[in-house]
């Protein structure tokens, strides 16, 4: 079979995506590094050193089906069959689709991702009343993302929710299997208890 081999950096600015079938906005970026980037294709695997990203712009929306945007576009029509799954009774997984959905990567790895003033809208249609929220400014760097099961990323954000509500994220996550070993803690302050109500009954 043919095989491809890449090494060097890439830069990509004023990058614009659509998700088509929402016909809205999906990911902007203003600027996008990746640096000391190593790919295989047999066996596949992708290793990054450094990921730079200036003022990137992300919409997530997960549907009343119960399937998220960004896996979709990723996965096709697969991500349907594969998001639900069976939970053990009083799991925390099985509070919310999102936290049943499992990604199988071949081998990745990328040390470091540098965030510098990200705009992040998340909007769930599967919960009612429906939920919708935006953070700005988001900086900040996630360490020692894997495929890898033995490894943790660390997580480490801090923005702002409208103009006057800190928000932080921080913690360790498994990003190719969060369900599995994730500790990831979510401060805000100042924020209206009407932006979560949707979310406070549970």
């Known amino acids: 079979p043919a095989t491809l081999a890449f090494d060097g950096d890439v830069a990509v600015e004023n990058l614009k995506t659509t998700d088509n079938l929402l016909d809205e906005a999906f990911v902007d970026v203003g600027r996008l590094q990746l640096s000391a980037l190593s790919?295989?294709?047999?066996?596949?695997?992708?290793?990054?050193?450094?990921v730079s990203l200036v003022k990137p712009y992300a919409r997530l929306v997960l549907s009343?089906?119960?399937t998220l945007n960004a896996l979709t576009i990723v996965h096709g029509q697969r991500q349907i069959a594969d998001?639900?799954?069976?939970?053990?009774?009083g799991s925390r997984s099985g509070k919310?689709?999102?936290?049943?959905?499992?990604?199988?990567?071949?081998e990745v790895r990328v040390d470091t991702v540098a965030v510098d003033d990200m705009r992040l809208s998340f909007t769930d249609h599967f919960i009612k009343p429906n939920f919708s929220v935006e953070l700005h400014h988001l900086s900040g760097k996630l360490d020692a993302l894997s495929s890898d099961p033995d490894i943790q990323a660390?997580?480490?954000?801090?923005?702002?929710?409208?103009?006057?509500?800190?928000?932080?994220i921080a913690g360790t996550v498994r990003p190719f299997a969060y369900a599995a070993s994730s500790d990831v803690s979510l401060h805000w302050e100042n924020v209206p208890l009407a932006v979560f109500n949707p979310y406070s009954g549970r």
């Open 96 to 106: 919310h689709p999102l936290a049943q959905v499992a990604l199988r990567p071949r």
């Open 83 to 89: 998001a639900p799954r069976p939970v053990a009774p």
């Open 154 to 168: 660390r997580v480490s954000l801090a923005g702002r929710l409208g103009t006057s509500a800190p928000v932080s």
């Open 39 to 50: 790919y295989r294709s047999a066996p596949e695997r992708l290793h990054i050193a450094h």
């Open 64 to 66: 009343r089906e119960q």
